[in-house]
């Protein structure tokens, strides 16, 4: 298991190849020695224009609200897709 954590499979990964629950795996990886890395939160599609309307001036709770997303979701798409937010106030 070292080996294939250590080849960038993610926790999740490992859990459905072995049967054993994700918290046993990550445990068992830590007690060897591996460092883990944070877990990534999976992100839904981009919904179309997202970016573009951000950059038109949008804020992101318009953007949240149009989109029926939350607004730390809304933020880390943006952030994702290598948008540079600005500074709270600022359109």
């Known amino acids: 298991m070292d ?4 080849a960038g499979e ?5 859990a459905a ?3 054993y629950r994700y918290c046993k795996i990550g445990a068992a990886l830590i007690d ?12 839904p599609p981009t919904p179309p224009g997202l970016v ?11 953007l949240a ?3 029926g997303m939350p ?13 540079e937010l600005r500074s709270r106030g600022q359109s």
């Open 17 to 19: 190849r072995y049967p």
């Open 10 to 14: 993610i926790l999740e990964i490992l």
């Open 32 to 43: 060897v020695g591996v460092t883990l890395r944070p877990p990534r939160r999976l992100l």
């Open 3 to 6: 080996q294939l954590s250590a």
């Open 65 to 67: 609200a149009t989109h």
């Open 71 to 83: 607004y730390n979701q809304t933020r880390s798409i943006l952030l994702a897709k290598g948008v």
């Open 52 to 62: 573009n309307a951000y950059l038109d001036g949008r804020s992101i709770r318009q």
